[in-house]
């Protein structure tokens, strides 16, 4: 546990906030992430190391490619590095983000591709079940992203997330984009699942007897999703009969 900070002088960089939030965001995503990073920044290993120890704060631009790359916005890493750092709310309005324009310009166009223009369905719960609001998403990326994240535009919806149970990762109306081809369930994954009248988000942990659906923010740990053998869920102590309707793979705060 670090000390905690109270004065401004002792603060750390910027760079090591963001540092220490990848830190704990790639030990959350598992084996293999850290490399799959580097990779795709055709980097060498230990400078990824590097970034996450703080030895190197790297340069905003960097940062935001980081985050585009990762599909979390510039915020949810300095968001996880004050916890990790133990740096007091008050103080983290000394830490100025990106400007939102500097941001678009890293959010989905990487590496200066070639961008192909698709069309994302929205998509919100009906009674019986989600239906296609009827709007659509103009998306400017390359073909090559939507691989990187495991699915392709044809099989890409948006929903809006409604409520804190994510956040502070996923806040109350982000957008977010679903692969509706990937409804393999994989350790801290986070889903959607659909029931009737509504979709809810939630992140994918396997327990001893049922799987277990919980939410980021530990304040509505009542609202967790239990999976059992029969793939019978319980909400809010309802009992409903639950779908996976997709993997979010990406947070689109800024389109």
């Known amino acids: 546990m670090n000390k905690k900070t109270n004065n401004v002088s002792e603060l750390p960089t910027i ?23 580097a990779l795709k920044m055709d980097k060498h290993d230990s400078y990824i190391s590097d970034l996450r120890k703080g030895k190197s704060g790297g340069t905003e631009e960097t940062r935001l490619r980081i985050a585009a790359l990762l599909g979390f916005p510039y915020e949810y890493f300095l968001n996880l590095g004050f916890k990790e750092l133990n740096i007091p709310e008050h103080l983290h309005r000394e830490y100025v983000s990106p400007r939102k324009q500097d941001i678009a310009k890293h959010r989905l166009v990487l590496d200066n591709e070639e961008d192909t223009l698709s069309w994302i369905p929205l998509v919100e719960p009906s009674d019986t079940g989600p239906r296609a609001t009827g709007k659509n998403l103009k998306l400017y990326a390359t073909k090559e992203w939507f691989e990187e994240h495991g699915t392709t535009s044809a099989d890409c919806v948006c929903i809006i997330q409604a409520g804190d149970a994510m956040s502070p990762q996923i806040q109350d109306g982000d957008l977010l984009f679903l692969a509706r081809n990937d409804k393999k369930l994989r350790e801290t994954q986070v889903y959607a699942l659909s029931s009737e009248d509504r979709i809810v988000v939630r992140r994918f942990f396997a327990g001893s007897r049922d799987d277990i659906f919980e939410c980021d923010n530990r304040d509505r740990k009542h609202l967790d999703v239990h999976l059992s053998p029969a793939a019978k869920m319980m909400c809010e102590n309802a009992p409903r009969s639950w779908k996976i309707y997709g993997r979010v793979f990406f947070v689109g705060r800024y389109l």
């Open 15 to 37: 760079g090591r906030v963001f540092g220490a939030g990848l830190d704990r965001h790639l030990k959350h995503a598992g084996r293999g992430a850290a490399r799959s990073l």
